[in-house]
């Protein structure tokens, strides 16, 4: 899920009569009206005690896990609860056939047992500064959206950069909420030594699998459990045997003693990003759009790797995480879309919509500049329709399709004059996606893919490729994708390796793959310059 790099409470409260009451807030703008507000719903903690930038408090025990999960941490020794799902990766990267640890799970009887993830980092929050003035001192009334945008990313970056200038260990990011209006500064540091403690077997910590997902009640035992390790000085430090358990400042209790009906309940972590704003236009968008999309293409995508992993352990291991990825949204958006009809979600945004209209015809100071505000969005959502939806069934079809194409535009990105660290972390990147990769298997998704776009979309929509396949291969996918893989030197790491050692008698411009990449990226292109306009006009 894409992630705010932000701490968030979130509240609610079910008492006898089954009411519940709720409320969002970032922990560094609990003004007095709130934490009156959270008071009433039952909580017993002071607002200090769930946030302070000067001394130890709850926040400090709540951690973004990786960039993608919130994580708690519970002992003095750096002991860090996640799910199992956002530990999924790191499990499936130490098992194999003879240690299935994602089917008999893993457990570490002493420090030297916990096993490393070096692509893992655990982030804590130390603080957080409201910058809209300053952000926002950059913006002129003429600006269009797209200058609006360049400016305030230059601002938002100057600002995090500033952070990590007086701090190495520190990271600054400014985040955007309510469509741009306000703007936050949050500092962190991050900790790169974390190390897999146990992990339940999947009988248990996927228990349902996707049946169970998404749903309410859950019956999964989600979870698992890590440490983060630091320098003999408590300060952060890349993965060394010499590192040792981090000594948190704060540490969240655990009680056994379960909870009563009306308990205040509260979460706190790190969320991904929130439709709750958008409007009848874009709801009936999100749904017809990326969720549909995601729906039909996945389901395709993920019916041939579960046929495959259901016949092989090997293939099993291979594929789980990436499995398990591609289907935790899946489900999401069958769940959503779902949701949307049932509750009738556009029909009361509808509603809302004509008090607002109200308001807006009865509010001179207003009238003028909101007078064309929904005929506005309904047409410019109009506008976009066909390429948008277009847009989000090539993206699933392809940029997250088969992985050969994923290494080619990988490999066409990658940027050789980085620094070294990166350069060989990205370079790890591709080596596992190519561990983690079956030719048979990408062959058939990618054949079943080309049919399904095809499909999908009107036949302006379609790249270069589709001529390509009706001119020299008669209009038959599955002829083209054999000729691809066949010919392609990228379909094992001797390709990359042969590039970069300088073979002349190479030209990774001319790989099949490669030039495949670049007619995608064109059409992307293409497709995006199409929606420029009424997306710059629905962000305004």
């Known amino acids: 899920m894409k992630l705010k790099t932000v701490i968030i409470l979130a509240c609610c409260l079910f008492g006898l009569t089954v009411q519940a009451d709720e409320g969002m807030w970032m922990p560094g703008s609990l003004n007095k009206q709130t934490r009156r507000a959270m008071k009433e719903l039952g909580l017993q903690l002071s607002a200090d005690k769930l946030y302070s930038s000067k001394r130890p408090s709850l926040k400090d025990a709540v951690v973004s896990f990786g960039g993608f999960c919130s994580g708690v941490v519970v002992s003095d020794d750096g002991l860090v609860f996640t799910n199992h799902h956002c530990g999924f990766s790191s499990i499936q990267q130490h098992s194999s056939v003879e240690h299935d640890y994602l089917k008999n799970g893993f457990v570490a009887r002493s420090l030297s047992e916990e096993l490393p993830n070096p692509e893992l980092y655990v982030r804590f929050l130390l603080r957080q500064e409201d910058v809209t003035k300053r952000v926002l001192s950059a913006v002129s009334p003429g600006m269009d959206e797209a200058e609006r945008t360049s400016a305030v990313d230059s601002v938002r970056l100057a600002i995090g950069e500033e952070v990590s200038r007086k ?116 709801i009936e968008e999100m749904m017809n759009t990326s969720n549909q999309a995601q729906i039909d293409v ?114 066409l990105n990658f940027d050789f004059g980085g620094e070294e660290k990166s350069i060989t972390a990205n370079m790890k990147a591709i080596a596992d996606k190519y561990a983690r990769m079956d030719l048979n298997i990408d062959k058939e998704v990618f054949t079943a893919l080309l049919k399904e776009y095809r499909s999908k979309v009107d036949s302006v929509y379609l790249p270069e490729v589709y001529r390509t396949i009706a001119a020299e291969y008669g209009g038959n996918e599955q002829a083209y994708t054999d000729t691809l893989y066949a010919r392609s030197q990228l379909t094992t790491p001797r390709g990359l390796k042969r590039f970069l050692e300088r073979d002349i008698t190479y030209q990774l411009l001319e790989d099949p793959a490669i030039t495949l990449s670049i007619d995608l990226i064109t059409k992307a292109f293409e497709m995006n310059m199409q929606t420029q306009q009424p997306s710059g006009e629905i962000e305004r």
């Open 167 to 282: 701090d190495s260990t520190l990271t600054g990011i400014v985040d955007a909420y309510y469509g741009g209006n306000e703007f936050w500064l949050s500092v962190y540091r991050d900790y790169n030594d974390v190390r897999l403690v146990f992990a339940p077997p999947s009988s248990v910590g996927k228990f349902g699998w996707d049946t169970d997902n998404w749903v309410w009640p859950r019956h999964t035992g989600d979870f698992c459990v890590f440490r983060i390790y630091a320098g003999k000085d408590n300060r952060p430090a890349d993965y060394s045997p010499d590192n040792v358990p981090y000594h948190p400042p704060y540490v969240a209790p655990i009680s056994l003693d379960g909870y009563r009906e009306g308990s205040f309940c509260m979460t706190m972590g790190y969320p991904g990003s929130t439709e709750r704003y958008l409007s009848s236009f874009g």
């Open 298 to 411: 996945r389901g395709i995508k993920q019916a041939i790797w579960k046929r495959e992993m259901e016949r092989s352990d090997t293939i099993r291991i291979k594929y789980a995480a990436k499995y398990d990825e591609s289907s935790n949204y899946w489900k999401n958006s069958i769940g959503v879309n779902r949701a949307i009809k049932r509750l009738r979600v556009p029909d009361k945004k509808r509603m809302l919509e004509k008090e607002l209209r109200g308001w807006i015809q009865q509010t001179p100071a207003e009238r003028e500049k909101l007078l064309h505000l929904f005929s506005d969005l309904e047409l410019n959502y109009k506008a976009r329709r066909e390429a948008t939806r277009a847009m989000a069934y090539f993206a699933e079809s392809f940029l997250n399709g088969p992985e050969l194409i994923q290494l080619a535009l990988s490999i």
